[in-house]
């Protein structure tokens, strides 16, 4: 695996002129260009937050911020697996042609990706902005913990890769692999704490004989962990709504050893992916 990461490294140039093709390609002949990367998660947080709000009766302060602070790195992890599973495959005719290491097609659309995530952070943290001002400036929607992203960064986009590679490899050879993959993102979309709080599940779990060890069982999930994470890191605490615990109730802490467990399953995923993705990558070529 050293020897396939230094020849990966000699290929960096490759890595970032596809990485750059792809962002350029992504918006091409777009009037609104990347502006489509925060339309979109807008217009479904809107939805959301109207529902949940004026439907379901959920009063929770600064609702919205708190769904698109899971919904963003949620977005980042579903259109990372679902082009990188197409990357190899898509590309198969130059592979069959040209050498270079293959785990650069995969690599290129996560960090693309990525790059996308980050500047979506950065327009997410402007609407915090807008709602401060909005709000007279009376409390800040800024915290010293966000000086902690960077840190779950890392093992985030460790999971990603990890995940990125595996299916990549996979589809080359399986296709009915992409289609599992998008019944099996949707269903993420559902269990994760995307459009609820993981207060939500505490109190619903809470109410069964093994509530606490269902509500740990539900949190090895590194992408529920990391989501949660995520939302208490760049929203600061506040009373939630939570109807299942008969009103509104405090958030629960950080949970430390989650996300030490979360990051630990993270990069085992990225050792293991990496290492499925190397064993197959030399039967590329003998795809018909």
């Given amino acids: 695996m050293v020897e396939d990461l230094r020849e990966l490294w000699r290929f960096r140039e490759l890595l970032w002129a596809m990485v750059e093709r792809d962002l350029r390609i992504r918006y091409k002949n777009s009037a609104l260009g990347f502006f489509w990367s925060l339309l979109n998660p807008l217009v479904t947080v809107l939805v959301m937050w109207a529902v949940f709000t004026f439907l379901l009766g959920n009063h929770t302060k600064s609702y919205a911020a ?3 602070a899971a919904y963003l ?9 679902m082009d990188s599973a197409q990357s190899v495959l898509g590309a198969l005719p130059v592979v069959k042609k040209v050498y270079f290491p293959r785990e650069i097609m995969p690599l290129a659309s996560v960090i693309s990706n990525f790059v996308n995530f980050l500047l979506t952070l950065g327009v997410f943290l402007v609407f915090l902005f807008g709602v401060w001002a909005l709000s007279g400036f009376q409390v800040t929607p800024y915290s010293w913990k966000l000086l902690a992203l960077p840190l779950l960064l890392v093992p985030f986009l460790s999971l990603v890769t990890g995940l990125a590679l595996l299916v990549s490899a996979l589809n080359v050879f399986y296709e009915d692999v992409k289609y599992i993959l998008g019944v099996v993102l949707y269903l993420m979309f559902f269990v994760c704490p995307v459009m609820y709080f993981s207060e939500t599940v505490k109190a619903s779990l809470g109410k069964y004989a093994n509530g606490d060890l269902l509500y740990m069982l539900y949190h090895l999930n590194p992408l529920a962990t990391m989501l949660t994470a995520f939302r208490k890191v760049l929203v600061p605490a506040g009373v939630i ?7 509104q109730v405090p958030p629960d802490p950080f949970n430390y050893p989650m996300v030490a467990v979360a990051s630990l399953v993270s990069f085992a995923v990225l050792i293991f992916g990496y290492s499925v993705f190397n064993r197959m990558k030399w039967r ?3 795809r018909p």
């Fill in 73 to 81: 790195p949620f977005l980042f992890f579903n259109m990372s697996l």
């Fill in 284 to 286: 590329f070529v003998e």
């Fill in 241 to 247: 709504d939570i109807p299942q615990a008969g009103g």
């Fill in 66 to 68: 708190y769904i698109l």
